[in-house]
């Protein structure tokens, strides 16, 4: 909307196209995370693999998320209370195919030590944040997470990086 004197005029927006808005959201390069909980009901680990993470507050210490409307494994994690965002290694690019898959074990042959509160913290991540929900969002098709953060940890391990579409990594020491 518009505002123009003491009339408001509306503009009619053209539709987007999904594929068009895919292919230019994937020349920005994110890194790579894995959110992982215990299912209360299974006690079982579980957890899904995202690119839409992000630092939101220092003060209070707060970690954003986005996850699909349709995710099945996001409530199980939820419902966890305490969750690890696990940020994937260049070498764990099979781990993020693995939790991104949709049903099956995705835990099957994945190595992972307990947080400080339970959630999987993965083999190999470059860091994990343990955190537990503070708010959820909903916008269009996915859900966006604001999470306060409980314990963190990093290691100098070279990132895994998604990027048109493909997986890549960059050394830490060649970032200026």
């Known amino acids: 909307m518009t505002s123009i004197g003491s009339e408001t005029a509306t503009a009619e927006l053209p539709e987007l196209d999904p594929a068009l808005m895919r292919t230019v959201l994937g020349h920005f390069a994110t890194g790579v995370v894995a959110i992982t909980g215990i299912d209360p009901e299974t006690a079982a680990p579980t957890g899904l693999a995202a690119n839409s993470f992000t630092s939101v507050s220092l003060e209070p210490p707060l970690i954003a998320f986005c996850v699909g409307a349709t995710s099945s494994s996001w409530p199980k994690v939820r419902a966890a209370g305490h969750y690890t965002v696990?940020?994937?290694?260049?070498?764990?690019?099979?781990?993020?195919?693995?939790?991104?898959a949709r049903g099956a074990d995705k835990f099957r042959g994945l190595d992972w030590q307990p947080s400080p509160a339970g959630a999987p913290i993965l083999a190999g991540s470059l860091a994990w944040i343990e955190a537990e929900l503070e708010a959820e969002h909903p916008a269009g098709d996915h859900t966006i997470v604001v999470s306060r953060v409980r314990h963190l940890y990093a290691s100098d391990l070279a990132p895994l990086i998604f990027f048109r579409g493909r997986y890549g990594f960059a050394e830490p020491g060649a970032v200026r």
Not at 86 to 100: D, G, K
């Open 86 to 100: 696990n940020i994937l290694s260049e070498a764990q690019e099979p781990v993020c195919r693995q939790l991104a």
